[in-house]
């Protein structure tokens, strides 16, 4: 099925302290296949070099735009990229999280080949050991 390249995605992210992560988690969205995307990113009152790495990622891709508030947690950060968002369709990712290449691609094509009105994948999660596990939906 054809997807148009047209249809804008927004990708909204919590942030909270996340330097450690945050360089693997925003390269893993700016070079989707999937590229009109627009990256919400909402920096829950940091305290260590997060909003540097933003202000350096939002100079070299214009889709990062960047809101700041006292932290307040991810459920009223969330609620910002929402009043923020332009797009119809909504994505949410954490800080810490890695999206796969293709991933807002395919999660838009099932969602119209379906035509439904939330998706869901499965994750992929590394315990302290670097061992890795799939969370399956539904299980």
């Not at 009105?117 to 799939?134: F, L, P, Q, R």
Request: glycine share 6%; aromatic share 6%; charged share 25%.
């Amino acid at each position: 099925m054809y997807i148009s390249k047209k249809i804008l995605i927004s990708i909204i992210i919590p942030i909270y302290n996340a330097e450690k992560h945050l360089n693997r988690c925003l390269n893993s969205i700016i070079n989707q296949s999937h590229e009109n995307i627009e990256i919400l990113c909402i920096n829950d009152g940091s305290q260590d070099g997060s909003h540097d790495i933003l202000k350096q990622y939002s100079h070299k891709d214009n889709r990062i735009k960047i809101f700041t508030q006292k932290n307040l947690g991810p459920a009223t950060a969330r609620n910002i990229g929402l009043k923020n968002a332009k797009a119809e369709y909504i994505m949410f990712c954490d800080a810490d999280d890695k999206f796969e290449y293709n991933m807002c691609e395919e999660l838009l094509g099932n969602l119209i080949k379906q035509d439904v009105d939330v998706v869901m994948c499965n994750t992929i999660s590394h315990n302290k050991k670097g061992e890795s596990y799939i969370n399956r939906i539904g299980s």
